[in-house]
């Protein structure tokens, strides 16, 4: 079975600086998608950045970037210029190509200080 | 605002009760997933729907059960509940059955008391 790992439960970060946020994932699959979600204390969850296995380009979406590693499973994502509305839980997200259903890390809590 | 309605937003009920939760996908999505999150289990995947059928099964408790409707819309019932079925219960759609993205709803939180 697939499984997803994110091994900081909290994170924190300075205003305008950056953070990264690791994530490794096992599968056996060889097409798959990972993405990254936010979930702002409102508890909406709303997709940041994903990423085709596939592709060898890192995604990129405004100041968010992701260093994708597939031989190593690791996913992880960058926050450049932090502002206060990225405080949030961030969860790694994993899918089968063909498959159904989005497998979850245990998510990361980013903390942006003034 | 992703499109995916959810009712009810808060749900207090007490243990052994049943409750209905409801969602409605985007227009045009045929596929609609729920996920329960939990303090215990963190965000994991119950079941899923697609135009009508069940399509794929998660780890959904056999007190559980769900189903789409003709008009795509789907409910979760949730039967003799107990105190660790409290949690945040999240609806999303896509437009196919293994689309890649999923569109979530703004959840349900259900307080068993």
């Known amino acids: 079975a697939q499984t997803v790992t994110q091994s900081q439960p909290e994170m924190s970060v300075q205003e305008a600086e950056t953070v990264t946020l690791s994530c490794t994932y096992d599968?056996?699959?060889?097409?798959?998608?990972l993405f990254w979600y936010k979930q702002p204390p409102s508890r909406q969850m709303i997709l940041v950045i994903r990423?085709?296995?596939?592709?060898?380009q890192n995604a990129t979406e405004n100041r968010f970037s992701v260093n994708f590693q597939k031989a190593a499973k690791s996913f992880s994502l960058k926050i450049s210029d932090s502002q206060l509305g990225d405080a949030a839980m961030y969860f790694c997200?994993?899918?089968?190509?063909?498959?159904?259903?989005?497998?979850f890390g245990g998510g990361t809590r980013v903390l942006v200080k003034p | 605002d992703s499109g995916v309605t959810q009712t009810p937003k808060h749900l207090i009920t007490a243990t052994g009760q049943r409750v209905t939760l409801r969602c409605s996908p985007r227009?045009?999505?045929?596929?609609v997933y729920w996920y329960q999150q939990s303090l215990d289990q963190g965000l994991q995947f119950l079941i899923q729907?697609?135009?009508?059928?069940?399509?794929a099964k998660g780890n959904i408790l056999e007190r559980f059960s769900a189903q789409q409707f003709p008009d795509l819309h789907s409910e979760l019932n949730l039967s003799s509940l107990e105190l660790g079925d409290s949690a945040l219960y999240f609806c999303?759609?896509?437009?196919?059955?293994?689309?890649?993205?999923?569109?979530f709803g703004p959840g349900t939180r259900l307080t068993v008391l």
């Open positions: 999303a759609s896509s437009v196919g059955p293994s689309f890649i993205e999923q569109f």
């Open positions: 599968t056996s699959e060889s097409d798959y998608y």
């Open positions: 990423q085709e296995a596939y592709k060898q």
């Open positions: 997200a994993y899918k089968e190509a063909a498959g159904n259903k989005l497998t």
């Open positions: 227009s045009g999505d045929l596929s």
């Open positions: 729907y697609y135009n009508g059928e069940e399509r």
